[in-house]
């Protein structure tokens, strides 16, 4: 979230660690609400993650940006090349965004 802020982006942080439905927050950009959802993994991404982050951007009827440090596994990729309201954040692109 800090990483948006730092961009200039409106943001608004989720300060709940349970029940929180896997959003960590939400950031406006361009006047469209992205709902966010940051992972830290060690190996590829789980696949339900993703799956279950799909289903609650479009249930909100808004984009979503899956940020993670893991590896995104062939399914992961297929997935959300499939999904135009989420775009998956990694790798070098992650670390853009942290610059």
């Known amino acids: 979230m800090e990483a948006f802020l730092k961009k200039g ?17 939400i950031v406006y950009k361009n006047g469209v609400k992205y709902l ?9 991404i789980n ?9 609650i951007v ?3 009827n808004c984009k979503g940006i ?8 062939k399914a992961s990729k297929e ?3 499939n999904i ?5 954040i990694s790798g070098q692109k992650l670390i853009e965004l942290l610059k």
Not at 36 to 44: P, T
Not at 84 to 88: C, Y
């Open 9 to 25: 982006y409106k943001i608004e942080r989720n300060h709940r660690y349970t029940g929180d439905n896997g959003i960590d927050g």
């Open 36 to 44: 966010i959802q940051a992972k830290r993994y060690k190996e590829h």
């Open 47 to 55: 696949l339900k993650h993703l799956k279950d982050f799909a289903y």
């Open 58 to 60: 479009h249930k909100n």
């Open 66 to 73: 899956f940020c993670h440090t893991g590896k995104t596994g």
């Open 79 to 81: 997935l959300g090349s």
């Open 84 to 88: 135009d309201e989420i775009s998956i």
